[in-house]
């Protein structure tokens, strides 16, 4: 955990936030909001992005074999692996492989099926996402009486990363992924589980391409306070956090980074490659 504060010197927490992509900046830019003194390290795997495209006994070794290099690298109090399309596999083998505490991202399915009003919810995630069993057992242990739609996509997450780039998606190309949330049987879906890291970044065009206002749940914030309890007080005095980025293929996207007040590091890590 963080190191113990002196009269003498400032301290600071290390968060180290993961995701194959820019996904994951959904999620650091909740727990930066909550957890401002904090250092982090940004990390995207974007030479295997697609995750949702990969097999997953080589998903789960690469993240294992990129985490450990990292880990010695940047010495994190804490990693949050901001990808369900990772997090729904690897978590347990990189809670056996490394002690530090590890906070995943899983579809928001309880508090989805918790909050819907006409027992119809949709998750949209990757297509491995949908498929995985974790998946499933959380429909199994906490839909209750909801119907529960899985919708999965083998495309939005690049057509995310589209956007953030400035390359225009058009909404025809947009439409037909979104689509199948929305169901009517008498009863329509009222919550769509954004359980995907990088559906938030568009989260705007699917709410303007809904055929009904439905409610995006976007997990983030939740992740964000289960940080913060897991780290407990944060060190003081304080000072303003700051955010270093690592891309695997050594090449970050400096402007889009910059949008969200990041800076990118060189040379990134060379483990898994
Ligand atoms: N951001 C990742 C997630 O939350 C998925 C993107 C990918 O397929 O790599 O599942």
Known sequence: MAAQNTVSETVSETILVFDSGLGGLTV?????????????????DDLAFPYGAMEEPALVARVVALMG???????????????????????????????????????????????????RVSVLGTEATVKREYTHALIRDYAGDCQVT??????????????????SVADAMLTPELAPCFRDDGA????????????????????????????????APAIARRVADLLGSPPSPTRPGATRAVFTSGHAPTAVLARFGIRAEHPAPTAAT
């Not at 830019?29 to 904090?38: C, D, G, K, Q, T």
């Not at 949050?80 to 347990?92: E, G, Y």
């Not at 999965?152 to 956007?163: M, T």
């Open 188 to 219: 329509r879906t009222d919550t769509v589980v954004l359980a995907c890291t990088h559906y938030p970044l568009i989260v705007a065009r699917l709410r303007r391409l809904a055929p009904w206002p439905v409610s995006f749940l976007d997990p």
């Open 69 to 119: 290099e990292l880990i010695a690298t940047y010495r994190p109090d804490l990693v949050v692996i901001a990808c369900n399309t990772a997090s729904t596999i690897a978590l347990p083998d990189l809670r056996k492989n490394f002690s530090l505490p590890f906070v995943g991202t899983v579809p928001a399915i309880k508090p989805a099926c918790a909050a819907s009003l006409t027992r």
């Open 28 to 44: 650091h830019r909740e727990i930066a909001a909550v957890r401002p003194s904090a250092d982090f390290v940004y990390v995207a």
């Open 150 to 167: 899985l919708v999965g996509s083998n495309k939005l997450a690049v057509y995310a990363e589209a956007e953030l780039a400035g390359r």
